[in-house]
């Protein structure tokens, strides 16, 4: 009987040493340890046993079978790191490849011109207002002192929907709106798309861009404008230009003017950037004239403005060395990944 005992402790102590997973291990414990297993099969049947054998049995029995238990619980140990160690190993990540690339792209030449114009204006107190690409005649023309008869409202000139509305013309529709909408003081830009029935070369785009600024405020004068626009350009062209009013005319400011920077590539001495003049035009401007405050319901006895609109891709175009305007409108990314 003692003798089975060892041996049958040996034999398991020897399977469970060479167990090799959770499954195997428990399959073992019921071999030997379970309600039928062999080892208490076989302290079962002590019963039997003459009685002064008993104790001594007894003793051998509870020996051998702390041998197992305690086997096995070196087993499931083992068996435990080996499986650890099984998963670090599938789930390990090799941080010495190589990452997956994202390409990442610029942003269009016109949008960071225009972010650039945006900053020195939201700068100098202006806030950003936008009005409808599809406007009326009223607001793109009558509203804005525009005589029946000029000539940018020919259709060969302007997209009309039908009689009423069309595709704006200027950025300056929206100086209408946003004096019907709010009370002076005002202090606004506004950029946006524009359409001219234009037959598209390289400085001429049906489609373009303007940025519009509107102040109206009680005592604001062409003094005013002048200094903004001078400390506008020399925001965007460095400190040493210099602007120039030149005497023009649109319907909607009174007086009018175009203005000048000058040339930032040669400074005003003449080069092929500025054909020779040493300048460089920039934008239209001028005081408000005092119908269009009428017309928004802003008396011009108390209130004085001005305002002045610019072409942003002919600033880009300057800016980023860019002689063609259409290259601005066709999504090349062989020209678009250059900025
Ligand atoms: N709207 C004018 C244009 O398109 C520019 C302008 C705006 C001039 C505001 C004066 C004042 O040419």
Not at 8 to 31: M, Q, S, T
Not at 290 to 295: F, G
């Amino acid at each position: 009987m003692e003798e089975k005992l060892q041996l049958l402790g040996k034999e398991a102590i020897a399977a469970l040493a060479e167990a090799e997973d959770v499954k195997e291990l428990e399959n073992l414990r019921v071999k030997y340890l379970g309600k039928k297993g062999e080892l208490t099969e076989l302290l079962r049947s002590m019963g039997s046993l003459p009685k002064e054998e008993r104790p001594r049995m007894g003793q051998v029995a509870n020996q051998v079978r702390e041998q197992v238990e305690s086997a096995m619980n070196e087993a499931r140990k083992r068996i435990g790191r080996l499986e650890m160690e099984a998963r670090i190993a599938e789930e390990t990540i090799d941080i010495t490849m190589p990452g997956k690339t994202f390409v990442q792209g610029t942003k269009h030449p016109l949008t960071q011109a225009l972010d650039e114009l945006k900053a020195v204006f939201i700068g100098m107190g202006f806030s950003v207002v936008e009005g409808p690409e599809v406007d009326t005649v009223v607001n793109n023309f009558d509203m804005l002192n525009a005589p029946k008869n000029h000539p940018s409202r020919e259709m060969s000139d302007t997209f009309y929907i039908n009689e009423k509305v069309i595709l704006r013309t200027q950025t300056s529709p929206v100086q209408v709106r946003t004096m019907m909408n709010t009370k002076p003081p005002i202090r606004v830009i506004s950029p946006g798309r524009c359409f001219r029935n234009d037959t598209p070369d390289a400085t001429h785009s049906p489609m373009f861009n303007q940025l519009e600024g509107l102040v109206v405020d009680k005592g604001s004068t062409l003094g005013d404008l002048k200094g903004s626009l001078e400390i506008f350009a020399r925001h965007l062209f460095g400190e040493h230009t210099q602007i120039k009013f030149r005497p023009h005319y649109f319907p909607f400011t009174e007086p009018s003017a175009e203005v000048d920077v000058t040339c930032f590539k040669c400074g005003g001495e003449g080069c092929s950037m500025c054909k020779g003049s040493g300048w460089i035009e920039l934008l239209g401007a001028g005081m408000v004239h005092p119908n269009v405050l009428r017309n928004c319901g802003i008396d011009p006895e108390i209130y004085s403005g001005w305002a002045f609109g610019m072409g942003i891709d002919r600033i880009a175009m300057q800016k980023y060395g860019i002689d063609d305007i259409r290259l601005l409108y066709e999504n090349d990314l062989r020209f678009l990944s250059q900025f």
